[in-house]
């Protein structure tokens, strides 16, 4: 089922939940209840709750974003590293400079193609794209540097590698989800509490007073959806692309 389908059910079925609520308790007002005034005690405790649950909800979704982020920026990392061993490789002797640059192309490959849509799933890393990349380490420290010119790049390309394996890792830490179950059930919680205080308001079945509720439910489960959709870097509608291995590797397309 597509993530904005998802998104409509949802909004669509909060709206409904609190508008046939309202319908239902305003049919059951009996004519000497008076509900012109709601108490100042009920309407403080409602705004209060209110701003605390919205300071809550922006926070949640500034950390999902942050992550979102820091995944994409961990993955511009990793390609940027691979792009550089294959042209430090440059000055090495062309039978180490195409295996390697061939290792390379062959992990960036299998990353794009096979380990992308396993993290989505699964939200972990494959052994087989370790063992890809250990394969380019190997191709990388097992040369000796026959001169000087050959020394000089040799440092800088086994720093790239470790770039490479830094960035695999924190790809890989950051593939499933990061919010707690404890900050969910809170939200969750916090949710339910907000939207039902809308029928401490005394609403009535008027016209205004009904959109009102029902665009304030829908832009709960709007936002709920959001931190939802943001939570797997990896796995969801707006998540970390591999843009730059494309960018920087496009023969692999």
């Known amino acids: 089922m597509s993530d904005w389908l998802v998104l409509v059910i949802a909004m669509a079925a909060a709206c409904a939940v609190v508008l046939t609520i309202t319908l239902f308790s305003s049919r059951r007002i009996t004519p000497d209840v008076d509900t012109s005034e709601t108490p100042d005690v009920i309407e403080y405790m409602t705004m209060m709750i209110g701003v605390v649950y919205a300071i809550v909800l922006g926070l949640a979704i500034a ?61 972990d890393l494959t052994d087989e794209g370790t063992e890809k990349l250990e394969k380019i380490r190997r191709d990388v420290t097992d040369y000796h540097p026959a001169n000087d010119f050959e020394a000089q790049a040799y440092q800088p390309v086994i720093d790239q590698v470790g770039a490479v394996d830094a960035a695999r890792t924190a790809r890989g830490q950051g593939a499933g989800a990061t919010m707690p179950g404890v900050v969910w059930f809170g939200l969750i919680i916090g949710a339910l509490v907000t939207v039902g ?18 665009l304030f439910s829908a832009l709960i489960a ?18 970390a692309t591999a843009g730059p291995f494309m960018d920087l590797f496009p023969g692999i397309g």
């Open 63 to 123: 950390g999902v974003w942050e992550g979102r982020g820091a995944a994409q920026a961990d993955v511009q990392q990793e390609a940027q590293a691979l792009h550089e061993i294959s042209q430090r490789v440059q000055v090495y002797p062309a039978e180490v400079r195409d295996r390697t640059r061939a290792d390379v192309d062959a992990y960036v490959s299998y990353v794009v193609h096979t380990e992308w849509s396993h993290m989505a799933k699964h939200g």
């Open 197 to 214: 205080l809308i029928f401490t308001m005394q609403i009535r079945r008027s016209w205004r007073e009904l959109l009102l509720a029902g």
């Open 222 to 239: 709007f936002l709920l959806f959001l931190i939802w959709d943001f939570d797997a870097p990896f796995g969801r509608g707006i998540s």
